[in-house]
């Protein structure tokens, strides 16, 4: 089974072929090549709980609560 590349990887490739390469464009486009992996990386730690998850945390923790005095 092979895993899927994702964005970043796509990037860190492409940024790979930029700095190798004669352009006369590229430091404008490591910046934005290194801009849009900043992005990526900042999404991605935005990905904790959602409201529906924090609100199930204070019933589970009022179901443990419920089951300790049987």
């Known amino acids: 089974m092979t895993t899927k590349m994702t964005k970043k990887d796509k990037f860190a490739i492409v940024k790979g072929i930029v700095e190798k390469s004669n ?6 486009l490591l910046e934005f ?5 900043t992005m990526l990386n900042k999404r991605s730690g935005k990905s904790g709980e ?7 945390e204070v019933l589970k ?3 443990l609560d419920a089951f300790k005095d049987l």
């Open 23 to 28: 352009c006369k464009d590229k430091a404008e």
């Open 33 to 37: 090549i290194d801009k849009e992996i």
């Open 50 to 56: 959602t409201a529906k998850q924090k609100e199930n």
């Open 61 to 63: 923790a009022q179901i």
